[in-house]
Protein backbone atom coordinates (compact mmCIF):
# COMPACT_ATOMS: atom_id res chain seq x y z
CA UNK A 1 0.00 0.00 0.00
CA UNK A 2 0.88 3.35 0.13
CA UNK A 3 2.30 6.05 2.59
CA UNK A 4 -1.55 7.89 4.03
CA UNK A 5 1.17 11.14 3.98
CA UNK A 6 3.27 11.01 0.95
CA UNK A 7 1.92 8.16 -1.35
CA UNK A 8 5.63 6.50 -0.72
CA UNK A 9 5.21 2.58 -0.98
CA UNK A 10 5.00 1.39 2.08
CA UNK A 11 4.49 -2.59 4.13
CA UNK A 12 3.46 -3.77 7.45
CA UNK A 13 6.15 -4.66 9.95
CA UNK A 14 3.97 -6.97 11.90
CA UNK A 15 0.18 -7.78 12.42
CA UNK A 16 -1.88 -7.95 16.09
CA UNK A 17 -3.87 -9.97 14.54
CA UNK A 18 -8.31 -9.85 14.14
CA UNK A 19 -9.06 -7.06 15.86
CA UNK A 20 -12.75 -5.60 16.60
CA UNK A 21 -13.54 -1.54 17.59
CA UNK A 22 -11.79 -1.06 20.46
CA UNK A 23 -14.61 1.13 21.72
CA UNK A 24 -17.40 -1.06 20.64
CA UNK A 25 -18.70 -2.69 24.00
CA UNK A 26 -21.23 -4.84 23.53
CA UNK A 27 -24.31 -6.94 24.42
CA UNK A 28 -24.16 -10.96 23.53
CA UNK A 29 -26.81 -10.41 21.13
CA UNK A 30 -24.61 -8.15 18.78
CA UNK A 31 -21.58 -10.84 19.53
CA UNK A 32 -22.36 -12.65 16.06
CA UNK A 33 -22.46 -9.46 13.92
CA UNK A 34 -19.30 -7.97 15.03
CA UNK A 35 -16.88 -6.26 13.24
CA UNK A 36 -13.08 -7.29 13.01
CA UNK A 37 -10.21 -5.94 10.69
CA UNK A 38 -6.57 -6.76 10.49
CA UNK A 39 -4.36 -4.22 13.02
CA UNK A 40 -0.90 -3.88 11.19
CA UNK A 41 0.98 -0.93 11.21
CA UNK A 42 3.66 0.18 8.94
CA UNK A 43 6.33 3.05 8.96
CA UNK A 44 7.57 4.54 6.03
CA UNK A 45 10.52 5.51 5.61
CA UNK A 46 10.58 8.28 3.49
CA UNK A 47 7.92 10.96 5.89
CA UNK A 48 9.27 8.17 8.75
CA UNK A 49 5.19 8.18 10.18
CA UNK A 50 3.64 5.17 11.80
CA UNK A 51 0.68 4.08 10.52
CA UNK A 52 -2.05 1.51 10.83
CA UNK A 53 -2.46 0.20 6.92
CA UNK A 54 -6.38 -1.07 7.64
CA UNK A 55 -8.68 1.11 9.53
CA UNK A 56 -12.14 0.51 10.00
CA UNK A 57 -14.87 3.38 8.24
CA UNK A 58 -14.89 6.51 10.71
CA UNK A 59 -18.62 6.39 11.08
CA UNK A 60 -17.87 2.52 12.90
CA UNK A 61 -16.10 4.26 15.61
CA UNK A 62 -17.42 8.09 16.26
CA UNK A 63 -20.92 8.38 16.33
CA UNK A 64 -24.05 8.90 17.98
CA UNK A 65 -23.26 6.35 20.86
CA UNK A 66 -19.59 6.75 21.01
CA UNK A 67 -18.81 5.71 24.60
CA UNK A 68 -15.69 7.89 25.18
CA UNK A 69 -16.06 10.84 27.36
CA UNK A 70 -12.99 13.03 28.27
CA UNK A 71 -14.48 14.06 31.85
CA UNK A 72 -14.37 10.82 33.21
CA UNK A 73 -10.64 10.93 34.97
CA UNK A 74 -10.60 14.46 37.27
CA UNK A 75 -6.36 14.14 36.23
CA UNK A 76 -7.89 14.55 32.82
CA UNK A 77 -10.14 17.59 33.68
CA UNK A 78 -7.14 19.30 35.53
CA UNK A 79 -5.08 18.60 32.54
CA UNK A 80 -6.93 20.31 30.14
CA UNK A 81 -7.10 23.39 31.91
CA UNK A 82 -3.40 23.65 32.08
CA UNK A 83 -3.19 23.09 28.71
CA UNK A 84 -6.35 26.35 27.87
CA UNK A 85 -3.96 28.25 30.38
CA UNK A 86 -1.05 27.68 28.63
CA UNK A 87 -2.68 28.17 25.01
CA UNK A 88 -3.82 31.81 26.64
CA UNK A 89 -0.66 32.95 28.33
CA UNK A 90 1.55 31.96 25.60
CA UNK A 91 -0.37 32.47 22.35
CA UNK A 92 -3.65 34.95 22.60
CA UNK A 93 -4.02 38.48 22.50
CA UNK A 94 -7.02 40.35 22.43
CA UNK A 95 -10.37 39.06 21.26
CA UNK A 96 -9.14 35.72 20.09
CA UNK A 97 -11.05 33.05 18.08
CA UNK A 98 -10.01 29.57 18.87
CA UNK A 99 -11.14 26.46 17.27
CA UNK A 100 -10.57 22.78 18.92
CA UNK A 101 -10.58 19.61 16.38
CA UNK A 102 -12.62 16.17 17.95
CA UNK A 103 -13.81 18.89 20.99
CA UNK A 104 -15.19 15.62 22.71
CA UNK A 105 -17.51 16.92 25.96
CA UNK A 106 -15.89 20.30 25.85
CA UNK A 107 -13.10 19.63 28.18
CA UNK A 108 -10.28 21.66 27.16
CA UNK A 109 -12.48 24.53 25.44
CA UNK A 110 -14.91 25.27 28.37
CA UNK A 111 -12.18 26.33 29.71
CA UNK A 112 -11.67 29.01 26.91
CA UNK A 113 -15.80 29.41 26.99
CA UNK A 114 -15.10 30.58 30.79
CA UNK A 115 -12.87 33.17 30.03
CA UNK A 116 -15.50 34.74 27.18
CA UNK A 117 -13.06 33.74 24.17
CA UNK A 118 -14.83 33.24 21.18
CA UNK A 119 -14.42 29.69 20.29
CA UNK A 120 -15.71 26.79 18.17
CA UNK A 121 -15.79 23.12 18.92
CA UNK A 122 -15.75 20.77 15.72
CA UNK A 123 -17.04 17.23 16.95
CA UNK A 124 -18.25 14.16 14.94
CA UNK A 125 -20.08 12.14 17.55
CA UNK A 126 -23.37 13.82 18.84
CA UNK A 127 -23.47 12.57 21.75
CA UNK A 128 -20.73 13.92 23.48
CA UNK A 129 -21.16 17.77 21.15
CA UNK A 130 -24.27 17.79 23.11
CA UNK A 131 -22.44 17.28 26.81
CA UNK A 132 -19.74 20.01 25.30
CA UNK A 133 -23.22 22.30 24.71
CA UNK A 134 -24.42 21.73 28.27
CA UNK A 135 -20.36 23.11 29.59
CA UNK A 136 -20.69 26.28 27.75
CA UNK A 137 -19.36 25.04 24.63
CA UNK A 138 -20.45 25.53 21.13
CA UNK A 139 -19.86 23.15 18.69
CA UNK A 140 -20.57 21.81 15.25
CA UNK A 141 -21.20 17.98 15.08
CA UNK A 142 -19.07 17.14 11.83
CA UNK A 143 -15.51 15.95 10.57
CA UNK A 144 -12.97 18.99 10.00
CA UNK A 145 -12.38 18.99 6.28
CA UNK A 146 -11.35 21.69 3.79
CA UNK A 147 -15.30 22.97 3.42
CA UNK A 148 -15.96 22.94 6.83
CA UNK A 149 -13.30 25.25 7.36
CA UNK A 150 -14.33 27.77 4.70
CA UNK A 151 -17.85 27.52 6.18
CA UNK A 152 -15.83 28.29 9.28
CA UNK A 153 -14.04 31.18 8.01
CA UNK A 154 -17.16 32.50 6.36
CA UNK A 155 -19.07 32.87 9.87
CA UNK A 156 -16.53 33.84 11.91
CA UNK A 157 -12.79 34.61 10.60
CA UNK A 158 -9.51 33.36 10.87
CA UNK A 159 -8.45 31.33 14.30
CA UNK A 160 -5.18 32.56 16.39
CA UNK A 161 -5.10 28.93 17.48
CA UNK A 162 -6.30 25.98 16.23
CA UNK A 163 -6.09 23.03 19.03
CA UNK A 164 -6.45 19.43 19.29
CA UNK A 165 -5.53 16.72 21.67
CA UNK A 166 -5.95 12.78 21.08
CA UNK A 167 -7.64 13.44 17.86
CA UNK A 168 -5.11 13.83 15.13
CA UNK A 169 -3.58 10.71 15.33
CA UNK A 170 -7.29 9.62 14.60
CA UNK A 171 -7.48 10.67 11.34
CA UNK A 172 -6.70 9.34 8.48
CA UNK A 173 -6.29 12.41 5.72
CA UNK A 174 -4.11 14.79 7.41
CA UNK A 175 -3.08 15.90 3.99
CA UNK A 176 -6.72 17.61 4.73
CA UNK A 177 -6.19 18.72 7.61
CA UNK A 178 -3.73 20.49 6.55
CA UNK A 179 -5.38 22.50 3.76
CA UNK A 180 -8.20 23.19 6.23
CA UNK A 181 -5.78 24.83 8.84
CA UNK A 182 -4.11 26.55 6.31
CA UNK A 183 -7.29 28.18 5.30
CA UNK A 184 -8.77 29.28 8.78
CA UNK A 185 -5.39 29.90 10.72
CA UNK A 186 -4.24 33.74 10.63
CA UNK A 187 -0.57 34.56 9.59
CA UNK A 188 0.77 34.95 12.77
CA UNK A 189 -1.50 31.70 14.22
CA UNK A 190 -0.25 28.49 15.65
CA UNK A 191 -1.53 24.77 15.29
CA UNK A 192 -1.03 23.05 18.69
CA UNK A 193 -1.86 19.08 19.18
CA UNK A 194 -1.05 17.05 21.30
CA UNK A 195 -1.17 12.68 21.13
CA UNK A 196 0.40 9.50 22.33
CA UNK A 197 4.01 9.74 21.39
CA UNK A 198 6.13 7.26 19.49
CA UNK A 199 9.12 7.56 21.42
CA UNK A 200 7.34 6.48 24.81
CA UNK A 201 5.49 3.80 22.98
CA UNK A 202 8.66 2.43 21.60
CA UNK A 203 10.41 2.76 25.05
CA UNK A 204 7.63 1.30 26.94
CA UNK A 205 6.57 -1.16 24.54
CA UNK A 206 3.29 -0.06 25.09
CA UNK A 207 2.16 -1.79 21.46
CA UNK A 208 -1.52 -1.03 23.05
CA UNK A 209 -1.40 2.30 21.42
CA UNK A 210 -2.02 1.05 18.60
CA UNK A 211 -5.72 0.71 17.89
CA UNK A 212 -8.25 1.05 15.46
CA UNK A 213 -8.44 5.02 16.13
CA UNK A 214 -4.92 5.64 16.48
CA UNK A 215 -4.09 5.48 12.68
CA UNK A 216 -0.94 7.25 13.43
CA UNK A 217 1.14 7.29 16.37
CA UNK A 218 3.46 10.72 15.66
CA UNK A 219 6.78 11.86 16.50
CA UNK A 220 8.10 15.13 16.40
CA UNK A 221 10.04 13.92 13.06
CA UNK A 222 7.11 12.38 11.07
CA UNK A 223 5.03 15.93 12.22
CA UNK A 224 7.53 17.78 10.77
CA UNK A 225 7.36 16.19 7.70
CA UNK A 226 3.93 15.79 7.51
CA UNK A 227 3.14 19.28 7.94
CA UNK A 228 6.30 20.70 6.58
CA UNK A 229 4.37 19.16 2.97
CA UNK A 230 1.71 22.64 3.40
CA UNK A 231 4.05 25.24 4.77
CA UNK A 232 4.20 24.86 8.47
CA UNK A 233 7.25 24.03 11.12
CA UNK A 234 7.29 23.12 14.48
CA UNK A 235 8.31 25.62 16.40
CA UNK A 236 8.20 23.63 20.35
CA UNK A 237 7.51 20.45 21.80
CA UNK A 238 6.75 19.97 25.42
CA UNK A 239 6.64 16.35 26.21
CA UNK A 240 3.43 15.09 28.97
CA UNK A 241 2.56 12.39 30.90
CA UNK A 242 -1.03 11.54 29.68
CA UNK A 243 -1.95 8.48 28.28
CA UNK A 244 0.94 7.09 29.31
CA UNK A 245 3.66 9.31 27.25
CA UNK A 246 2.26 12.12 24.69
CA UNK A 247 3.68 15.07 23.25
CA UNK A 248 2.42 18.59 22.88
CA UNK A 249 3.67 19.95 19.48
CA UNK A 250 2.90 23.81 18.49
CA UNK A 251 3.70 24.46 15.00
CA UNK A 252 3.38 27.37 12.88
CA UNK A 253 3.88 28.81 9.62
CA UNK A 254 7.09 28.86 8.00
CA UNK A 255 9.40 31.55 9.58
CA UNK A 256 6.52 33.31 11.05
CA UNK A 257 7.75 32.30 14.20
CA UNK A 258 10.67 31.40 16.53
CA UNK A 259 12.06 28.01 16.88
CA UNK A 260 12.65 26.76 20.44
CA UNK A 261 15.43 24.98 21.24
CA UNK A 262 13.44 22.32 22.51
CA UNK A 263 12.51 21.08 18.81
CA UNK A 264 16.20 20.93 18.12
CA UNK A 265 16.86 18.78 21.13
CA UNK A 266 13.82 16.73 20.74
CA UNK A 267 14.47 15.47 17.17
CA UNK A 268 18.26 14.70 18.56
CA UNK A 269 17.03 12.53 20.80
CA UNK A 270 14.62 11.13 18.20
CA UNK A 271 17.31 10.14 16.15
CA UNK A 272 19.22 8.46 18.91
CA UNK A 273 15.98 6.16 19.64
CA UNK A 274 16.42 5.28 15.69
CA UNK A 275 12.48 6.91 15.31
CA UNK A 276 13.57 7.63 11.79
CA UNK A 277 14.88 3.84 10.83
CA UNK A 278 12.55 0.64 10.31
CA UNK A 279 14.90 -1.70 11.79
CA UNK A 280 13.56 0.18 15.07
CA UNK A 281 10.25 -1.50 14.46
CA UNK A 282 11.68 -4.67 14.00
CA UNK A 283 13.04 -4.17 17.11
CA UNK A 284 9.66 -3.29 18.87
CA UNK A 285 7.97 -6.01 17.13
CA UNK A 286 10.31 -8.60 19.04
CA UNK A 287 9.49 -6.72 22.26
CA UNK A 288 5.51 -7.03 21.27
CA UNK A 289 5.87 -10.72 21.31
CA UNK A 290 8.05 -11.52 24.50
CA UNK A 291 5.24 -9.10 26.17
CA UNK A 292 2.69 -11.23 24.77
CA UNK A 293 4.14 -14.55 26.21
CA UNK A 294 4.82 -12.78 29.32
CA UNK A 295 1.35 -12.11 30.10
CA UNK A 296 -0.39 -15.15 29.04
CA UNK A 297 2.33 -16.83 30.91
CA UNK A 298 1.08 -15.12 34.19
CA UNK A 299 -2.15 -15.84 33.34
CA UNK A 300 -2.12 -19.24 32.81
CA UNK A 301 -0.27 -19.55 36.11
CA UNK A 302 -2.35 -17.52 38.17
CA UNK A 303 -5.34 -19.74 37.06
CA UNK A 304 -3.64 -22.68 37.34
CA UNK A 305 -3.16 -21.67 41.09
CA UNK A 306 -6.87 -21.15 41.30
CA UNK A 307 -6.16 -17.22 41.85
CA UNK A 308 -9.04 -14.74 41.19
CA UNK A 309 -7.74 -12.29 38.52
CA UNK A 310 -10.15 -9.29 37.28
CA UNK A 311 -8.94 -6.31 35.47
CA UNK A 312 -9.01 -2.61 36.24
CA UNK A 313 -10.74 -0.50 33.44
CA UNK A 314 -11.92 -0.97 30.16
CA UNK A 315 -9.79 1.09 27.93
CA UNK A 316 -9.95 1.44 24.13
CA UNK A 317 -5.77 0.05 24.77
CA UNK A 318 -7.17 -2.80 26.64
CA UNK A 319 -9.49 -3.84 23.64
CA UNK A 320 -5.58 -4.45 21.63
CA UNK A 321 -4.18 -5.89 24.63
CA UNK A 322 -6.68 -8.88 25.09
CA UNK A 323 -7.10 -9.46 21.14
CA UNK A 324 -3.79 -9.59 20.37
CA UNK A 325 -2.53 -11.51 23.80
CA UNK A 326 -6.29 -13.62 23.28
CA UNK A 327 -7.35 -13.54 27.07
CA UNK A 328 -10.12 -15.33 27.40
CA UNK A 329 -13.00 -15.08 29.93
CA UNK A 330 -11.33 -18.08 31.74
CA UNK A 331 -8.26 -15.78 32.32
CA UNK A 332 -9.97 -12.68 33.34
CA UNK A 333 -13.39 -12.57 35.35
CA UNK A 334 -14.63 -9.46 34.33
CA UNK A 335 -13.12 -5.79 34.13
CA UNK A 336 -14.30 -3.17 37.01
CA UNK A 337 -15.03 0.21 34.89
CA UNK A 338 -17.05 3.56 36.08
CA UNK A 339 -17.73 4.34 32.85
CA UNK A 340 -22.04 3.97 32.98
CA UNK A 341 -22.08 3.14 28.97
CA UNK A 342 -19.86 0.37 29.52
CA UNK A 343 -21.28 -1.71 32.42
CA UNK A 344 -23.05 -4.55 31.93
CA UNK A 345 -21.58 -4.68 28.46
CA UNK A 346 -19.04 -7.13 27.45
CA UNK A 347 -15.07 -6.12 25.89
CA UNK A 348 -15.09 -6.20 22.13
CA UNK A 349 -13.62 -9.41 20.79
CA UNK A 350 -12.95 -11.70 24.10
CA UNK A 351 -16.60 -10.73 24.96
CA UNK A 352 -15.27 -10.49 29.11
CA UNK A 353 -17.99 -8.84 30.90
CA UNK A 354 -17.55 -5.34 32.15
CA UNK A 355 -18.87 -4.48 35.97
CA UNK A 356 -19.44 -1.48 38.13
CA UNK A 357 -16.68 -0.29 40.01
CA UNK A 358 -18.48 -1.71 42.63
CA UNK A 359 -18.13 -5.44 41.62
CA UNK A 360 -14.12 -4.43 42.20
CA UNK A 361 -14.31 -2.74 45.44
CA UNK A 362 -16.83 -5.02 47.19
CA UNK A 363 -15.26 -8.36 47.04
CA UNK A 364 -11.32 -7.78 46.07
CA UNK A 365 -9.28 -10.14 43.69
CA UNK A 366 -6.22 -11.66 44.43
CA UNK A 367 -4.96 -9.70 41.20
CA UNK A 368 -6.14 -6.62 38.98
CA UNK A 369 -4.57 -6.16 35.21
CA UNK A 370 -4.26 -2.39 35.35
CA UNK A 371 -5.20 -1.50 31.69
CA UNK A 372 -5.32 1.93 32.82
CA UNK A 373 -1.80 1.87 33.12
CA UNK A 374 -1.60 5.59 31.69
CA UNK A 375 -3.42 6.51 35.38
CA UNK A 376 -1.51 4.52 37.44
CA UNK A 377 -0.59 7.15 39.98
CA UNK A 378 -3.93 8.23 40.57
CA UNK A 379 -5.52 4.79 40.75
CA UNK A 380 -2.85 3.53 42.86
CA UNK A 381 -3.54 6.62 45.24
CA UNK A 382 -6.94 5.49 45.13
CA UNK A 383 -6.98 1.38 45.76
CA UNK A 384 -4.26 1.64 48.59
CA UNK A 385 -7.15 -0.34 50.56
CA UNK A 386 -6.59 -2.80 47.65
CA UNK A 387 -2.48 -3.41 48.01
CA UNK A 388 -2.85 -2.92 51.62
CA UNK A 389 -5.08 -6.32 51.99
CA UNK A 390 -3.03 -8.13 49.68
CA UNK A 391 -4.07 -7.69 46.28
CA UNK A 392 -1.50 -7.32 43.59
CA UNK A 393 -1.39 -5.21 40.70
CA UNK A 394 -0.40 -6.72 36.99
CA UNK A 395 0.99 -4.61 34.40
CA UNK A 396 2.38 -5.05 31.15
CA UNK A 397 4.28 -1.95 29.66
CA UNK A 398 7.56 -0.67 30.65
CA UNK A 399 8.50 1.94 33.27
CA UNK A 400 9.87 4.99 31.90
CA UNK A 401 10.20 8.42 33.90
CA UNK A 402 11.55 10.16 31.34
CA UNK A 403 8.70 12.36 30.27
CA UNK A 404 7.53 16.03 32.08
CA UNK A 405 4.28 17.24 32.66
P1 LIG B 1 -9.24 5.27 27.96
O1 LIG B 1 -7.89 4.84 28.46
O2 LIG B 1 -9.64 4.66 26.69
O3 LIG B 1 -9.34 6.75 28.05
O4 LIG B 1 -10.35 4.72 28.96
C1 LIG B 1 -10.44 5.03 30.29
C2 LIG B 1 -11.45 4.07 30.90
O5 LIG B 1 -10.95 3.71 32.15
C3 LIG B 1 -12.82 4.66 31.12
O6 LIG B 1 -13.82 3.73 30.72
C4 LIG B 1 -12.92 4.85 32.62
C5 LIG B 1 -11.96 3.83 33.14
N1 LIG B 1 -11.35 4.14 34.41
C6 LIG B 1 -11.76 3.46 35.54
O7 LIG B 1 -12.64 2.61 35.47
N2 LIG B 1 -11.17 3.76 36.72
C7 LIG B 1 -10.19 4.70 36.83
O8 LIG B 1 -9.68 4.95 37.93
C8 LIG B 1 -9.75 5.39 35.66
C9 LIG B 1 -8.67 6.43 35.73
C10 LIG B 1 -10.36 5.07 34.47
ZN1 LIG C 1 5.23 8.65 4.04
Not at 142 to 153: D, G, N, R
Not at 359 to 364: E, G, Q
Not at 371 to 393: L, P, R, V
Request: charge should be negative; glycine fraction near 6%.
Amino acid sequence: MKCRVCSAPIEAFMSFGKMPIANGFLTPEQFENEYFFELAPAFCSSCCTLQLTKQPDPEKMFHDHYAFFSRTSKHMVKHFQNYAHWVMDNYLDHNPFVIELGSNDGILLENFSKHGISHMGVEPSANVANIAQQHGVNSIVAFFSPELAKQILQQQGKADAIMAANVMCHIPDLNAIAEGVDILLKEQGVLIFEDPYLGDMVRRVSYDQLYDEHVYIFSAISVNNIFGRHGFELIDLLPQKTHGGSMRYVLARKGKRPISARVHDILQTEVELGLDKSGTFLKFKAQCESSKKELLETLRSLKTEGKRVVGYAATSKSTTVLNYCQITPDLIEFIADTTPEKQGKYSPGMHIPIKPYGSFCDAYPDYAVLFAWNHKDEIFAKEQTFSESGGQWITFVQEVFETVE
